[in-house]
């Protein structure tokens, strides 16, 4: 089955500084990557995704790659906020509904004032 | 509109007992699916549900297992409970009518604490 791996599992950064997250994925019949992030307490709620036929998205201060050869995708944050401050988890999928999702372990991110 | 709900929020069993947890999708949603949360693992895929039928399954025991009604609401059973248990368990709606969302929306989830 499939395997995500992300790192790192801890990241801090200052308010201002660009924040990567990376994954690598072990399936290459995935073709859609989405990014949950989860606040404390709370439940996940998906940030942006990126399906297999395009190399890169944005959406304001997030962005995400995807290398379909090296099996890899990251998550970019620029100009981080303190509210930015959140466990972060990438996913893959090959469903064709993307309603079976395998996630990494999660990145928790903290951004400092 | 509403958004997934799930209960009990929180619940406490002993080793060997049995629960039951329940999740009501968004209105017009017809998968549901099922995730275990633990501070060590991360987010594990159960199962998931569509048209009361079990689309797909993960890697757990058989004593994980659930079941989905005509109204689309979930429940998911675990029996003989262990320590390893406990855990955060999530269940995400999708799929409105016969149509992917592209997005798991998620409950607030169930804490099941085994002592």
């Known amino acids: 089955g499939e395997n995500v791996e992300q790192h790192p599992s801890t990241l801090s950064v200052q308010e201002g500084d660009s924040a990567v997250i990376k994954c690598t994925y072990s399936?290459?019949?995935?073709?859609?990557f989405p990014w949950y992030k989860q606040e404390l307490g709370k439940r996940p709620q998906l940030i942006i995704d990126?399906?297999?036929?395009?190399g890169e998205k944005k959406d304001q201060r997030i962005a995400v790659t995807l290398n379909k050869t090296a099996k890899h995708f990251s998550l970019h944050i620029t100009e981080t906020q303190p509210e930015d401050s959140a466990v972060y988890f990438c996913?893959?999928?090959?469903?064709?509904?993307?309603?079976?999702?395998?996630f990494g372990k999660g990145t928790m991110l903290l951004v400092s004032p | 509109k509403a958004g997934v709900t799930q209960t009990p929020r929180y619940l406490i069993k002993t080793r060997g007992q049995q629960v039951t947890l329940s999740c009501s999708p968004i209105?017009?949603?017809?998968?549901v699916s099922w995730y275990q949360q633990t501070p060590g693992q991360g987010l594990q895929f159960l199962f998931e549900?569509?048209?009361?039928?079990?689309?797909n399954k993960g890697n757990f025991p058989g004593r994980f297992s659930g079941r989905q009604f005509s109204n689309s609401r979930s429940e998911m059973n675990v029996s003989t409970l262990e320590l390893g248990d406990s855990a955060l368990y999530l269940c995400?709606?999708?799929?409105?009518?016969?149509?992917?969302?592209?997005?798991?929306?998620f409950g607030e989830g169930s804490r099941l604490t085994v002592l």
């Open positions: 209105s017009g949603h017809r998968s």
């Open positions: 990126i399906r297999s036929n395009v």
């Open positions: 399936d290459s019949a995935s073709n859609y």
């Open positions: 549900y569509f048209s009361e039928t079990q689309r």
């Open positions: 996913a893959a999928s090959q469903d064709s509904g993307y309603s079976t999702l395998t």
């Open positions: 995400a709606s999708s799929y409105f009518r016969d149509r992917p969302t592209g997005e798991l929306f």
